[in-house]
């Protein structure tokens, strides 16, 4: 992980809290160059381009806040980065604590995204554990969440229990 904080990644400057303005294009092509870079590193060092990833992935919806998103196009471009990126996590050789700390910071991107650009990386969850111990964990710890998000409304159950039957 030592070698991440020595190399200086083009679109970490770029990719700041509403670094766009309204208007969708200028940061469409931020986003294709900034998977650029990360593909080109990840021939040579695949742990390096993970890192990078997991970095653009927590960066890009507060940079994009402003961005208008009517046309839908900034975010396929966004869906598109992700597929892309969910590749270079996914198979990236990194050891279980570095993994954990990726899916952490991921977690924590996902449930700070707004807007929201970053919901598509959730549908891949399971390949960015990337192994089934890891996968098992997370769904251990997300079994709540998704139940509560299944259930019935209880408030709405309560107040149909109230009605008088005919």
């Given amino acids: 992980m030592a070698k991440a904080s020595a190399h200086t990644w083009e679109f970490r400057a770029r990719f700041r809290r509403r670094a766009f303005g309204w208007k969708s294009q200028p940061a469409i092509k931020r986003i ?5 870079e990360i593909n080109k ?5 695949k742990l390096l381009a993970a890192e990078a990833a ?14 208008d998103g009517s ?3 900034i975010g396929a471009a966004v869906n598109k980065a992700i597929a892309a ?12 604590k570095t993994r954990e700390k990726w899916l952490e910071q991921l977690w924590e991107a996902y ?3 707004q807007i929201p650009y970053i919901e598509s990386l959730g549908d891949s969850w399971g390949e960015l554990c990337a192994s089934k111990e ?4 997370w769904a251990d710890r997300l079994i709540g ?16 229990r109230a009605r008088p039957t005919a």
């Avoid at 969440?145 to 209880?154: E, F, I, L, V, Y």
């Fill in 54 to 67: 997991v970095l653009f992935l927590d960066k890009v919806s507060p940079a994009l806040e402003h961005v």
């Fill in 71 to 73: 046309s839908g196009a």
């Fill in 145 to 160: 969440t998704c139940k509560m998000a299944w259930s019935p409304d209880r408030t709405c159950m309560a107040s149909s």
């Fill in 134 to 137: 890891i996968a098992s964990r």
């Fill in 32 to 36: 294709e160059e900034a998977v650029s």
């Fill in 41 to 45: 590193v990840a021939r040579k060092d």
């Fill in 111 to 113: 449930q700070d995204d």
């Fill in 85 to 96: 990126l969910v590749e270079v996590i996914a198979s990236a050789p990194a050891d279980e």
